[in-house]
């Protein structure tokens, strides 16, 4: 077993938790170095997107991480997988402690939704010494009691928090809490054999069974989603094969006609 100690350092305000942490990564940081900001003022997410990332409302941290047991290339999508379960666990809890029924669903690859709008999501940024990973961080950025009143349009009727979900009032150190202790278990589980990352991550897809359009840099992935790889890859049946999608901005995802 893995277990990461948190070294937890906090500002009121960063541009983005990713770049404050790549820079201590640089310096040498210790693994759990983790930047937790109340707010973003350039918070990222994937894609080029960015994070809405008001004051005070939303967890937003990210953890360096030096896996070093790590070599494969699927390292990044493990890492953002993990991001995404460990967002799903917390509901998970916080839905048991009130007795609610309301579920976590992944988009794939990484947006967390509840009841079809989008809750969280998971970043990860990896820097490669050859093949070997040098560090990795992994971004989270998780909607608490978020006002959406002033969000940008993109962002209407799509997005929601875990108050607007539950109808609970919840508090963000409460949540970042729950979160950290989420995230310290599932990279515990990374290097174990047994681990349940790929059969947790593809019951909670919801992707899987629905027509996608998967946007590439210059290309466009057309079909119908029939499951995902052990990494995290989706398999999509095209018109003209099977292929399996390793990263990409899935833009449609609709039923399939019948
Ligand atoms: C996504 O769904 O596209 C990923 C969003 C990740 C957002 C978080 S908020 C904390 C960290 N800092 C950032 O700038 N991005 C991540």
Same mark, same amino acid.
């Given at each position: 077993?893995?277990?990461?100690?948190?070294?937890?350092?906090?500002?009121?305000?960063?541009?983005?938790?990713?770049?404050?942490?790549?820079?201590?990564?640089?310096?040498?940081?210790?693994?759990?170095?983790?930047?937790?900001?109340?707010?973003?003022?350039?918070?990222?997410?994937?894609?080029?997107?960015?994070?809405?990332?008001?004051?005070?409302?939303?967890?937003?941290?990210?953890?360096?991480?030096?896996?070093?047991?790590?070599?494969?290339?699927?390292? *990044? &999508?493990?890492?953002? +997988?993990? @991001?995404?379960?460990?967002?799903?666990?917390?509901?998970? #809890? /916080?839905?048991?402690?009130?007795?609610?029924?309301?579920?976590?669903?992944?988009?794939?690859?990484?947006?967390?939704?509840?009841?079809?709008?989008?809750?969280?999501?998971?970043?990860?940024?990896?820097?490669?010494?050859?093949?070997?990973?040098?560090?990795?961080?992994?971004?989270?950025?998780?909607?608490?009691?978020?006002?959406?009143? *002033? &969000?940008?349009?993109? +962002?209407? @009727?799509?997005?929601?928090?875990?108050?607007?979900?539950? #109808? /609970?009032?919840?508090?963000?150190?409460?949540?970042?809490?729950?979160?950290?202790?989420?995230?310290?278990?599932?990279?515990?589980?990374?290097?174990?054999?047994?681990?349940?990352?790929?059969?947790?991550?593809?019951?909670?897809?919801?992707?899987?069974?629905?027509?996608?359009?998967?946007?590439?840099?210059?290309?466009?992935?057309?079909?119908? &989603?029939?499951?995902?790889?052990?990494?995290?890859?989706?398999?999509?049946?095209?018109?003209?094969?099977?292929?399996?999608?390793?990263?990409?901005?899935?833009?449609?995802?609709?039923?399939?006609?019948?």
């Amino acid at each position: 077993m893995l277990a990461v100690k948190f070294h937890i350092i906090r500002f009121a305000g960063v541009p983005s938790t990713m770049d404050v942490c790549r820079t201590m990564a640089l310096q040498g940081a210790p693994e759990g170095t983790t930047i937790i900001a109340d707010e973003q003022s350039t918070g990222r997410g994937h894609d080029g997107h960015k994070w809405y990332s008001p004051i005070g409302t939303a967890v937003y941290l990210s953890v360096l991480l030096r896996p070093s047991g790590l070599t494969s290339r699927d390292a *990044h &999508a493990q890492l953002t +997988l993990l @991001g995404a379960l460990a967002i799903c666990d917390v509901v998970e #809890n /916080i839905a048991g402690s009130c007795d609610c029924h309301h579920r976590a669903q992944i988009k794939w690859p990484n947006d967390v939704m509840i009841n079809g709008l989008k809750l969280a999501g998971s970043l990860a940024e990896c820097s490669w010494s050859g093949a070997q990973i040098d560090y990795a961080i992994l971004g989270i950025g998780l909607n608490v009691s978020t006002d959406f009143s *002033h &969000a940008p349009d993109s +962002l209407n @009727g799509r997005a929601t928090s875990l108050t607007n979900a539950f #109808n /609970i009032p919840l508090g963000v150190p409460y949540v970042t809490d729950c979160l950290l202790a989420a995230v310290e278990a599932r990279y515990a589980e990374l290097y174990s054999s047994d681990n349940n990352f790929a059969h947790d991550y593809a019951s909670l897809l919801e992707t899987v069974g629905k027509k996608v359009v998967i946007s590439q840099k210059g290309t466009t992935v057309t079909g119908v &989603a029939t499951g995902v790889t052990s990494t995290g890859r989706l398999v999509v049946a095209t018109p003209k094969s099977v292929v399996e999608v390793s990263y990409g901005e899935l833009s449609d995802a609709s039923p399939p006609k019948l």
